[in-house]
């Protein structure tokens, strides 16, 4: 059974950093593109960042570029988002999400985890 | 950056109607890369359709997809109790890989 589990998340004070993990099983998980998407408390969907199948090619969205950083350990089945100075806007719920046909980040997300919370409050 | 925008916000119809869902892209894109998910409350999205037609694997036939270039719709024929959920549409594929619309609200009339 694929399964897609997010942890990490928690309560921080503006300025902090979390990591966030995503452990995946039930699919040959190198051979996947990873992607992490957020939704805000009430909003819609925000893609944040993608990583390709191999590690080897990553993207951000710009409201995260250089404060956000992607990695992953195929050995493992496990996708990180490393989250540095973080502001009120990053409060969200972080969902980890799986490309549906392959490691290229061009394609759909087919499975998503049930994700984990994100709150930045002082 | 492509821009993705979703009409109506809210959709009020009662089951059994048909319902009709619109996603207008900022500039022509491949319809390759359009892809339509539903989200429930307290839920993880759920992918309807890749490649502006194509089902995911498990989805009712009443949940088709259409559309080019700039224009995309999806469309549920009869409307489930179950149907009543935020559907969003993505663009996907080029960088950045994965941008959502606003979402359209389908809600019970």
């Known amino acids: 059974e694929l399964q897609l589990v997010e942890s990490g998340g928690g309560l921080v004070q503006p300025g902090g950093s979390l990591r966030l993990s995503c452990a995946a099983s039930g699919f040959t998980f190198s051979t996947y593109a990873m992607t992490w998407v957020r939704q805000a408390p009430g909003k819609g969907l925000e893609w944040v960042s993608g990583?390709?199948?191999?590690?080897?090619?990553?993207y951000y969205a710009d409201s995260v570029k250089g404060r956000f950083t992607i990695s992953r350990n195929n050995y493992r089945n496990t996708v990180y988002l490393q989250m540095n100075s973080l502001r009120a806007e990053d409060t969200a719920v972080y969902y980890c999400?799986?490309?549906?046909?392959?490691?290229?980040?061009?394609?759909?997300?087919?499975?998503w985890g049930q994700g984990t919370m994100v709150t930045v409050s002082s | 950056e492509i821009v993705l925008t979703q009409s109506p916000g809210t959709l009020s119809l009662s089951p059994g109607e048909r319902a009709t869902l619109s996603c207008r892209t900022s500039q022509s894109v491949s319809g390759r890369y359009l892809a339509w998910y539903q989200q429930k409350p307290g839920q993880a999205p759920r992918l309807l359709i890749y490649?502006?037609?194509s089902r995911a694997t498990g989805i009712p036939d009443r949940f088709s997809g259409s559309g080019s270039a700039t224009e995309f719709t999806l469309t549920i024929s009869r409307l489930e109790p179950e149907d009543f959920a935020v559907y969003y549409c993505?663009?996907?594929?080029?960088?950045?890989?994965?941008?959502f619309g606003g979402g359209t609200k389908v809600e019970i009339k």
């Open positions: 993505q663009h996907y594929g080029i960088s950045p890989p994965g941008t």
């Open positions: 999400a799986k490309d549906r046909s392959g490691g290229w980040l061009d394609d759909a997300f087919d499975f």
């Open positions: 490649g502006s037609s």
């Open positions: 990583m390709s199948g191999s590690g080897g090619t990553a």
